[in-house]
């Protein structure tokens, strides 16, 4: 129960990013067509068209026993274009999200949720379609519309479940996508979009035909959405259960399989602040699997298990660190590349879970692991500002509210209306830092964030993070410029290959690490 109420509270926080996610779908993909919206209504009547040329005339597949053929095929069009979208776009839809995901902690079923609910909307757009030949056709309405509801949704949780599965699968093997895409082919002719599955009196391999097509859950969908929309027969107890069915069994695959192959980060909980660690880092390793050969395919992967080819080097980037950070300390972190610096910041802000030991953070976390984390390059400035505040997790009335003072802090005021792709990294950075630091979280983390933009910026930078560490806010620092990290930080941690080699205060470990540096060069 405590798992769900958390996985509740996960979406709940994140459901501006959902909404901004859909919303950036929609404009990028309307934005530079002449029609746009039109366009959704336009399509499915126009493959409708092409359809009925087909499968009616040149194939005379529509049979006798079809009333009102146009719309009984539209029905299955738009049902089945829908579960193709939600699941296709799905499939890909982590891979896409992965320079975000390693830069911020964002639940990752967000975005196959996302790539769902942007296709359901595409598919209501649709309707219009359907509803146009429906006048044309004369088709009547009937009471049991008020039931086309039930097939519409448990698809939808049915798509979920399917695209849940999916885009865990294509994390690991690629082409996967290429397989769908004969899969869903296949699917096509077996769900009765363009024939009446009565009339299929034949046998494939001793099986009948029909029986063979009721085991495809996409029939369910559409016979149920034909019916009650169509013929008016209100749905029985069977169309009932088998559509619930395989909504709650696909989401209930889709969720286990997700949450055990792309495995969830650390659950932070917000607390009232004490004098107890704000951090505590306990005994914390974080192994990486390094292949000697890239198996994405599934075939590669198959054939190496057989050959017995699947061989793997550990690599720990973090072994046995213990750190506690109190509130209101400014904390850096220093070390050479590939020390573990930037890896046990993705730890604490709950990008990596720990392969040993556990990461306790009391209190909200704004992370600058990279500035502009989130931004769409063809979206402009302003449409950025808000879909970057909702990845870090403010809502839209909250950033109505900041909006000038996030473009005052950028200095960006004539250049709102501008895409990304036009800035200079300069200027994407200086609006990156000026809604991250907008809100005054409990603990702020930068990696290198410092290091970017003009002299002028730098020093603003500065500023704006002492302001934090005024009111409060424990900060994270990881710097190449031991000056910077003496002049700012209170505590200072060495990490070396992986390892705490020293902790405490920041003249002493600096001092340490400058010799040690001076001793190798």
């Known amino acids: 129960m405590a798992k769900i109420k958390g996985m509740f509270n996960g979406f709940w926080r994140y459901r501006y990013l959902l ?4 919303s950036r779908d929609f404009k990028l993909k309307y934005r530079r067509s002449v029609l ?10 126009l493959m409708c068209l092409v359809y009925w040329a087909v499968f009616s005339s040149l194939m005379d597949m529509r049979g006798s026993g079809i009333d009102n053929f146009p719309v009984f ?57 359907l509803a146009l030949v429906m006048v044309f056709t004369g088709s009547p309405l009937h009471w049991t519309i008020l039931e086309v509801l039930y097939p519409l949704v448990t698809l939808f949780f049915f798509s979920l479940g399917v695209g849940l599965f999916l885009a865990a699968a294509t994390v690991f093997f690629r082409d996967i996508m290429h397989i769908w895409s004969v899969f869903i082919t296949a699917l096509l002719y077996f769900s009765a979009i363009f024939y009446d599955p009565t009339q299929m009196t034949f046998s494939i391999g001793g099986f009948n035909m029909q029986q063979i097509i009721k085991l495809n859950p996409m029939y369910w969908y559409i016979t149920g959405f034909r019916r009650t929309l169509m013929w ?46 704000i951090i505590k880092v306990d005994n914390v390793s974080m192994c990486f ?61 709950g990008v990596y879970k720990p392969s040993k030991g556990k990461v306790t953070v009391r209190g909200s976390i704004a992370p600058l692991i990279e500035l502009g984390a989130g931004f769409d390059m063809d979206l402009t400035a302003r449409e950025n500002i808000y879909l970057n505040g909702t990845v870090l997790g403010f809502s839209p009335k909250y950033l109505d509210e900041k909006f000038d003072e996030i473009v005052e802090f950028s200095e960006l005021q004539n250049f709102l209306d501008v895409p990304l792709k036009n800035y200079s990294s300069g200027m994407v950075a200086r609006i990156g830092f000026a809604i991250a630091t907008i809100t005054k979280p409990d603990i702020l ?53 992986g390892h705490l080699k020293m902790n405490g205060d920041t003249a002493t470990v600096c001092a340490a690490y400058k010799a040690t540096q001076r001793g190798e060069a």
């Open 19 to 22: 909404w901004n996610l859909v």
């Open 36 to 45: 746009g919206v039109v366009w959704s209504v336009l399509n499915p009547l």
């Open 232 to 277: 008016g027969i209100p749905l029985d107890f069977n169309m009932f259960a088998v559509c619930g069915c395989c909504a709650v069994l696909s989401m209930l695959v889709g969720v286990w399989v997700f949450r055990h192959r792309t495995a969830s980060c650390c659950i932070y909980k917000k607390e009232e602040r004490t004098m107890e660690p």
């Open 289 to 349: 699997n390094l292949s000697t050969e890239k198996h994405e395919s599934l075939k590669e992967y198959l054939l190496a298990m057989v050959q017995g080819r699947l061989q793997y080097d550990e690599f720990y980037a973090l072994k046995d660190v213990s750190l506690d950070i109190m509130p209101g300390d400014f904390y850096g972190l220093v070390g050479l590349n590939g020390s573990g610096k930037s890896t046990l910041l993705k730890t604490i802000a």
């Open 445 to 497: 983390i930068a990696d290198e964030v410092l290091s970017v933009g003009d002299f002028l910026f730098q020093q603003k930078c500065e500023k704006r993070m002492k302001e934090l560490m005024a009111g409060g806010t424990t900060v994270i620092l990881v710097s190449h410029s031991i000056e910077q990290i003496e002049r700012m930080c209170s505590k200072v941690a060495w990490l070396s290959h």
């Open 73 to 129: 095929l539209m029905c299955g069009q738009l049902l089945f274009n829908f579960f193709n979208e939600a699941t296709s776009s799905s499939m890909s839809s982590v891979l896409s999200a992965a320079p975000l995901l390693k830069k911020v902690y964002i639940p990752k079923y967000i975005f196959p949720l996302e790539k769902c609910c942007f296709a359901m909307v595409n598919c209501v757009f649709s309707f219009v379609a």
